[in-house]
């Protein structure tokens, strides 16, 4: 496994607002919640794949980031989880910005 050097609470917090900010800016408006965690993700230039193959077969892989692809995959089994999909996929973002 990998490590991976600590961020701060607070930068990881500066980064995701400044993505929202980002975004914001680009469509015109304030965001309120539900926040459009896949429309924010096209917006970041990747791709999204649902997948139930390959290690997503197992329902504990809930997500990934291909960077060289520019794709984030989510777990299909996800979509009946609509709370725990929206998460999966803003810790992608997460991901992406850090």
Known sequence: MTDFP?????DIE????QVLKNYQ????ESLSAP???FEIIEFLE????????GIY???????????DE??????????????RMHF???????HIRL
């Open 88 to 94: 999966t996929a803003a810790h992608e973002i997460g």
């Open 70 to 83: 520019k794709l984030v995959v989510i777990n299909e089994n996800l979509t009946e989880q609509e709370g």
């Open 6 to 10: 600590h961020i701060p609470k607070k």
């Open 46 to 53: 990747y791709d999204i794949d649902l997948r139930t193959d």
């Open 35 to 37: 926040i459009p965690v």
């Open 14 to 17: 500066t980064a995701a607002n």
């Open 57 to 67: 077969e197992d329902p504990n892989y809930l997500g990934g980031l291909h960077l």
């Open 25 to 28: 800016n680009k469509i015109g």
